[in-house]
């Protein structure tokens, strides 16, 4: 009954160890080939909150005007709205004017080169 449990803790160990094995060798095989293969993990610049809450004014005031012609709105409604979007992109060229955009982080991407120095290091 002893031999059966060493056998067992053995059978473990080795297929643990293979496991191991093969997903080192997937992960090395991917960290070379990155360059090569054009991947969605590329770092995107931070978009500018500014920017965004203009395109949302315009794309508002473009429907507005929509319903406007499509006789949705009346023309009190229309002129309020309208004037609504207006002071609030005043308040947002005042903004631009006291802050300046936000800086975007530069990142750096990892070479061919750079992969192999890193792997040297990890394996001493």
């Known amino acids: 009954m002893d031999i059966l449990i060493i056998l067992f803790i053995v059978l ?4 643990v160890v293979g496991h191991l094995n093969w997903v080192a060798i997937r992960w090395i095989v991917r960290w070379f080939s990155a360059d090569e293969v054009v991947t969605d993990e590329e770092p995107r610049k931070p978009s500018d909150p500014r920017h965004e809450r203009k395109k949302d004014l315009a794309i508002t005031e473009h429907q507005i005007t929509r319903f406007y012609t499509d006789g949705k709105l009346s023309d009190e409604v229309f ?4 004037k609504l979007i207006q002071a609030d992109r005043g308040t947002l060229r005042l903004r631009n004017r006291l802050s300046p955009p936000s800086q975007s982080r530069s990142f750096h991407r990892i070479t061919g080169l750079n992969r192999i120095y890193m ?3 990890i394996i001493m």
């Open 12 to 15: 473990m160990i080795v297929t």
């Open 119 to 121: 792997i040297i290091l």
């Open 79 to 82: 002129q309020h709205l309208m």
